[in-house]
């Protein structure tokens, strides 16, 4: 697990405490402990006295890890703003980020928001290696997979309809996997992706020309 740790001198130790909070920007209400180096010391006529020193050690949760890293990326998009909430099932950590100019953080076909994705399981493998991440931007990958599956309802009902080989338009790998997961409990049609690249595609084909689903 990250741990940040930092040495504050201050005139009392509460003042350094403090200090260090803001030195770390964080606030009272994040997961820290402290440690008392030297207590301060009233010196005769300022002679001999010293400040309080201690070393503060703050170790973020994986909820505060992923809201600065998308903190980070938005405050750079003119006019934007965001909210975050994060949804824990086992351990599947679910990120909503809702707001106002955040497109660019989607990209076509959800490419670049697959990309945020990555980098934040790859933080959450390195920071605390038992959590999968889900990330989420204003509901589009929500709404696209529900498209994606309506998508495969019409196009298996052609296939099983005309008795025939279908194919899909090409996908990136991670809307062909959903693809692939909803339709794998089919026992009617074939299922699989052809094509290099930017062309690979997925195709379904009818197993049993007189079975119908």
């Not at 997961?181 to 020309?209: F, T």
Request: some cysteine.
């Amino acid at each position: 697990m990250m741990i940040k740790e930092i040495v504050v001198s201050a005139k009392s130790k509460e003042e350094a405490i403090k200090k260090g909070l803001e030195l770390l920007g964080i606030d009272e209400d994040s997961k820290y402990d402290f440690e008392v180096l030297e207590l301060p010391k009233k010196g005769l006529l300022g002679i001999g006295s010293r400040e309080a020193k201690i070393i503060l050690r703050y170790s973020p949760t994986i909820d505060e890890l992923i809201s600065k890293v998308m903190e980070s990326l938005i405050k750079e998009i003119p006019n934007s703003s965001f909210s975050i909430d994060f949804n824990l099932n086992e351990n599947v950590l679910y990120v909503e980020v809702k707001g106002e100019n955040l497109g660019c953080l989607i990209g076509r076909h959800g490419l670049i928001l697959k990309s945020i994705e990555f980098l934040l399981n790859r933080i959450a493998k390195v920071n605390f290696n038992n959590y999968q991440v889900n990330l989420d931007i204003n509901n589009y990958w929500k709404d696209r997979i529900s498209f994606l599956y309506e998508l495969s309802d019409k196009l298996v009902k052609k296939c099983i309809k005309y008795k025939k080989k279908v194919e899909f338009l090409p996908l990136p790998a991670h809307e062909r996997k959903v693809i692939h997961v909803y339709l794998s409990k089919r026992n009617d049609l074939a299922v699989y992706s052809v094509g290099v690249g930017r062309n690979r595609h997925i195709v379904i084909e009818p197993l049993n020309n007189d079975k119908k689903r």
